[in-house]
């Protein structure tokens, strides 16, 4: 429990104790304010609270829950299978491992249930080489053991392997391909983003139109680099936010799972035999069913 009492610092609670509390983010602090683990002269109060000289603030800061990981007989999809290495299609809304807020049923969960997994990467993500996004879905390889999972991750440094993904994007694309080369980091202004940041991380984007729409456009996205959500940050940068996407798309939102991002393209070279492997996973249902309906839209005009 930290108790505090305010003398010359003003504004907003949750403001003020980011300050106060520089371990907490400010959503975290938001979250715990809205859960009453935080009062103001004994009462509890509201994010936007302002507080005055005097008040006397506690902060009640819960036990930290230990995240178990176990075994969950979900179904999976799944393209390729060997000793080495798994080829799995992820539906969109499937966390990939678990982290706080998700705990469990997430892909890692239904893969331990399916067969051992690799241990280079700790507790909470064995197997896991590379991740998409929940609401992203398609093609992601795994590893069965720490020979392959040391393989797919050299593969992935050394940018030998192949990713490619479909994006429905806001407005017509003039350009029939291009590169983004913009580096990436943690947005200043909202930390559950990332945003184009001078000195962040190098990151690169190859793009080319599949088809254009009245008012969107089917692209084709190559990765050469993996960073966190890569594709839906430089296609807004560029001015073509992807389609149904929460965080970086307009407020105005079309569809209700999430960004149209498929990963439909994946291909490495097997850890064991070093056979080029090359696999492709069909558009989900939804996304397909968007396109047709834009094709209609596109004849009737």
Excluded: W
Excluded at 28 to 39: C, E, M, S
Excluded at 106 to 116: G, I
Excluded at 276 to 298: G, I
Aim: aromatic share 6%.
């Amino acid at each position: 429990m930290s108790d505090y009492v305010i003398t010359d610092q003003t504004g907003r609670i949750d403001k003020v104790l980011t300050a106060l509390e520089p371990g907490i983010t400010r959503s975290q602090l938001k979250n715990l304010i809205n859960d009453g683990h935080v009062t103001v002269n004994g009462q509890a109060v509201k994010p936007k609270y302002k507080v005055h000289a005097g008040d006397k603030i506690s902060l009640v800061k819960p036990e930290p829950q230990s995240l178990e990981l176990t075994p969950e007989n979900i179904p999976l999809d799944i393209v390729y299978e060997d000793d080495d290495v798994i080829v799995v299609n992820k539906p969109q809304g499937m966390v990939v491992h678990p982290a706080p807020g998700h705990p469990d049923h997430t892909l890692v969960n239904a893969l331990l249930y399916h067969s051992p997994l690799s241990t280079i990467n700790g507790t909470f993500r064995p197997g896991i080489v590379h991740r998409i996004d929940k609401d992203t879905s398609g093609l992601l390889m795994v590893a069965k053991n720490d020979l392959a999972h040391q393989s797919l991750a050299e593969q992935l440094r050394n940018k030998t392997n192949k990713r490619e993904y479909l994006a429905l994007v806001y407005g017509q694309i003039k350009e029939d391909e291009g590169t983004i080369d913009a580096p990436l980091g943690r947005n200043p202004q909202d930390r559950k983003k990332q945003a184009v940041v001078k000195g962040g991380r190098y990151a690169v984007t190859h793009f080319k139109v599949i088809k254009r729409y009245d008012n969107f456009t089917l692209v084709k996205c190559i990765l050469e680099t993996g960073r966190t959500h890569q594709i839906r940050v430089h296609m807004k940068y560029i001015g073509h936010p992807l389609v149904g996407d929460p965080l970086y798309g307009p407020r105005k939102m079309i569809g209700k799972n999430g960004q149209f991002l498929h990963a439909a393209l994946l291909g490495f070279k097997h850890p064991r035999t070093g056979k080029e492997m090359v696999f492709e996973a069909p558009l989900p249902e939804n996304f397909q069913k968007m396109l047709d309906k834009l094709d209609k839209q596109q004849h009737k005009g």
